[in-house]
């Protein structure tokens, strides 16, 4: 997580080289009309970034005649972070910590590239326990994950602890459609597919009994992996469809799945 510092200036137009190689600027201004709009950025490093703010109050402990700073930088929290798959399908994180501070709990970030996107997975902040454990039981076969654990600190604000981690899961990835939940449905239900390799674009769409397609629910390009579809019950005109047993088929690079789903008004 980025710190973030915020510079006033009050007095005199005035530049500050800061530690060796003038790792940053400080400018100041000679009175808060001067200066540029709050927010506006005018100095940063590798650690943190200062920009013009007008009003106070002032918290820092740095300031003269000609300027003053409030916020501090945040200590990133040093620690340890690993990933192995214990089990078929069952990644297991483990963690340390080298002081739990000002940490309330963790969360668990996924994505399938080393920059992200990142999801959290657990729902709940899990407790501020070192070491810690958590198991990633929705991975699937032949596939590349990154893993990022964050620190929910006081104030709510996430500091990552290590660095992200990367796993690659036993297995081969197959092309398949899954069952849909819940089947019988009312309200919707979820559909989950695998997908072997990038594809220009799938195919997967709803039938009624008579073979007509009544819903197109995918037919973007996709990444491989896993993905999930919702249905709602209604048809490619937004009208809810009547009750009864229709299918769905899955087509993607020579492969085709079907199930079977029934809905309930």
Same mark, same amino acid.
């Given at each position: 997580?980025?710190?973030?510092?915020?510079?006033?200036?009050?007095?005199?137009?005035?530049?500050?080289?800061?530690?060796?190689?003038?790792?940053?600027?400080?400018?100041?201004?000679?009175?808060?009309?001067?200066?540029?709009?709050?927010?506006?950025?005018?100095?940063?490093?590798?650690?943190?970034?200062?920009?013009?703010?007008?009003?106070?109050?002032?918290?820092?402990?740095?300031?003269?005649?000609?300027?003053?700073?409030?916020?501090?930088?945040?200590?990133?929290?040093?620690?340890?972070?690993?990933?192995?798959?214990?089990?078929?399908?069952?990644?297991?994180?483990?963690?340390?910590?080298?002081?739990?501070?000002?940490?309330?709990?963790?969360?668990?970030?996924?994505?399938?590239?080393?920059?992200?996107?990142?999801?959290?997975?657990?729902?709940?902040?899990?407790?501020?326990?070192?070491?810690?454990?958590?198991?990633?039981?929705?991975?699937?076969?032949?596939?590349?994950?990154?893993?990022?654990?964050?620190?929910?600190?006081?104030? /709510?604000?996430?500091?990552?602890?290590? $660095?992200?981690?990367?796993? &690659?899961?036993? =297995?081969? !990835? +197959?092309?398949?459609?899954?069952?849909?939940?819940?089947?019988?449905?009312?309200?919707?239900?979820?559909?989950?597919?695998?997908?072997?390799?990038?594809?220009?674009?799938?195919?997967?769409?709803?039938?009624?009994?008579?073979?007509?397609?009544?819903?197109?629910?995918?037919?973007?390009?996709?990444?491989?992996?896993?993905?999930?579809?919702?249905?709602?019950?209604?048809?490619?005109?937004?009208?809810?469809?009547?009750? /009864?047993?229709?299918?769905?088929?899955? $087509?993607?690079?020579?492969? &085709?799945?079907? =199930?079977? !789903? +029934?809905?309930?008004?």
């Amino acid at each position: 997580m980025k710190a973030k510092c915020v510079a006033l200036a009050l007095v005199a137009l005035l530049v500050f080289a800061l530690s060796a190689g003038a790792a940053f600027e400080l400018r100041t201004w000679s009175t808060t009309a001067a200066a540029p709009a709050d927010g506006g950025s005018h100095a940063s490093s590798a650690s943190f970034e200062m920009v013009s703010r007008t009003g106070g109050p002032f918290v820092g402990s740095a300031q003269s005649a000609s300027f003053a700073l409030w916020g501090c930088s945040v200590t990133p929290v040093e620690g340890a972070f690993v990933a192995m798959e214990t089990e078929p399908l069952t990644v297991t994180l483990r963690w340390t910590v080298e002081s739990l501070g000002d940490i309330s709990g963790f969360n668990i970030y996924r994505a399938w590239a080393e920059d992200g996107p990142f999801e959290k997975l657990n729902e709940d902040v899990l407790p501020p326990f070192s070491p810690g454990v958590y198991e990633d039981t929705t991975v699937w076969p032949g596939s590349t994950f990154w893993y990022e654990l964050r620190g929910v600190l006081g104030d /709510g604000s996430e500091d990552i602890v290590g $660095e992200p981690v990367m796993l &690659r899961t036993d =297995g081969t !990835l +197959v092309t398949r459609l899954y069952n849909a939940s819940p089947n019988p449905f009312s309200d919707g239900t979820v559909i989950q597919l695998d997908v072997a390799s990038a594809s220009r674009g799938i195919s997967l769409r709803i039938y009624d009994i008579t073979g007509r397609v009544v819903k197109a629910l995918h037919t973007d390009a996709v990444r491989p992996g896993r993905h999930t579809v919702t249905w709602n019950g209604t048809n490619d005109r937004g009208q809810r469809v009547a009750s /009864g047993v229709y299918f769905m088929a899955l $087509e993607a690079a020579g492969v &085709r799945e079907t =199930g079977r !789903l +029934v809905y309930l008004r």
